[in-house]
């Protein structure tokens, strides 16, 4: 099924936390078990998103970015943050020939290693604004450039002239840090289609819960980080604080991400329970509406 | 054959320049055949040094180093330099639960990314001083800590108790940068074994060279980045000021590295030719003494 036949799909492509799963080094049950089986694994905490007819990546964590998107399969990437598990895989991209490809994240001046420094083909020159609700066509998508030798790659369907929306919302987190709020319209319906991806965070800002709880949002994708803790931890959820903002918002279904370890070491207790509408992601797993 | 049965065995595991081969999105020659087979490839430069039953890593750019060198199995690291494409896997390294791994490099106080804020089990705490030349055993390798659960790996041969000698030699290039003389007594031998690894640099620092040149060096290791060109450029040799470097030292071999597509390309040519004792590294390949 292409993305055409959908209003939206998107593909977890990474679902743990910075330490990745099995963490280095770490022999409990989850690590071990992830070793062997790969299905356990979870990967620097991104997605894929088809919509509209074109394809973005959220975060670029994904070491091997030049391998899975060769040039002309992107057209740009949504940037939550500029910490390295997610944005690791710039660090190649940036060296490519390969015709401008969009950045769009908050405004860190401070980034992620040297990458404003030597951006190459990235374009980071419109990070969005808390709150700013850009409309997204793939019709300023940068054509080739005319380099010595053709860039490989295909251009995207020549019917990407789709819309969608997509929302900054501020999330509370140890650097400039957006969630996006994903408008898209289905084929065969009246309504939109609202996906809200909020990671990094631990809990909402105040403003960003209350532009969320306006919103009839049909999935949640957000962070969960650890298991349930006394008290709130800093910068990422526990199951705790993310369940309390799924209650919140109220969305049609919950998935949870940037999963650590020990929060998979505690759900593979025989009394742990999600509630209902409320389930793990994994990778390679998608959804489509 | 064992590590044991040599005095000194040096694995490229990678001999690209920062874009590495195929780079993203290139389709010249090079690059297109490098893409159809993976045996001329050229992933970030970096080796693996095993010597006097001790295993080090020089360089640690490789993004799967989790996945290749399980805890237990490198003795420590030998850091060139911080820029990304040489200390990208620390980049997952660092959230091991795993003992202290030595990270021994220049005193660069920016480092790269926020390694040094989050080092986890890697220990920068003993940087190289200029032309500083270091006993190295293994005998202080950490042991595991106390972990919850106990790391995974094997830990090195027990006989692991000989000694090599690393001497830092600076480079210029554009950040703190060193090679390293590494000496080895073979076990079949009066005289050490010497080998000179330098990269990343445009010619040598006077005083480095003549540092070198006192040497007898049976195998020097050194960038040459890019084809010949009219003037020096910066940061990294052309093969011209390689070959000029090489033949000022006179060691017993020459081997290329961190080389970009356009040397391969220039080298394809009919007319091109590398004097004796000269070749190009290749990812995989390895030389023992």
Redesign the interface.
């Known amino acids: 099924m292409s993305a055409h036949d959908t209003a939206l799909r998107l593909t977890f492509l990474g679902t743990g936390n910075?330490?990745?799963t099995p963490?280095?080094?770490?022999?409990?049950p989850v690590c071990?078990r992830a070793?062997q089986e790969t299905a356990y694994r979870r990967g620097p905490c991104s997605a894929l998103l088809e919509i509209a007819g074109q394809r973005w990546l959220i975060d670029s964590g994904l070491?091997?970015l030049?391998e899975r998107f060769?040039?002309g399969s992107l057209t740009g990437i949504l940037q939550t943050h500029y910490?390295?598990?997610h944005a690791?895989g710039l660090?190649?991209?940036r060296?490519?020939?390969?015709p401008p490809l969009p950045v769009y994240g908050p405004d860190d001046p401070a980034g992620?290693?040297?990458l404003y420094r030597h951006p190459g083909?990235l374009d980071f020159s419109r990070p969005f604004t808390a709150f700013e609700r850009r409309r997204m066509t793939s019709a300023n998508r940068a054509r080739p450039m005319g380099?010595?030798?053709?860039?490989?790659?295909e251009p995207l369907a020549s019917d990407d002239t789709g819309v969608f929306y997509v929302t900054a919302i501020p999330l509370a987190h140890s650097r400039p840090c957006f969630g996006y709020l994903i408008e898209a319209a289905p084929a065969d319906s009246a309504r939109n289609v609202r996906l809200a991806y909020l990671t990094d965070t631990v809990g909402l800002p105040p403003e960003s819960e209350t532009y969320l709880k306006r919103q009839r949002i049909d999935l949640l994708v957000l962070d969960a980080t650890f298991p349930p803790q006394p008290s709130a931890p800093r910068n990422h959820n526990d199951l705790t604080r993310a369940l309390q903002t799924a209650a919140v918002l109220a969305p049609g279904k919950t998935l949870l991400t940037h999963i650590g370890h020990t929060l998979d070491a505690w759900l593979s207790s025989p009394d742990a329970q999600l509630p209902p509408g409320v389930a793990c992601a994994k990778d390679g797993a998608y959804v489509e509406f």
């Open positions: 910075a330490a990745q963490v280095y080094g770490c022999a409990c071990a070793r070491p091997d030049a060769p040039v910490h390295a598990d690791e660090l190649r991209l060296w490519g020939l390969a992620f290693a040297d083909p380099e010595e030798y053709p860039v490989e790659g």
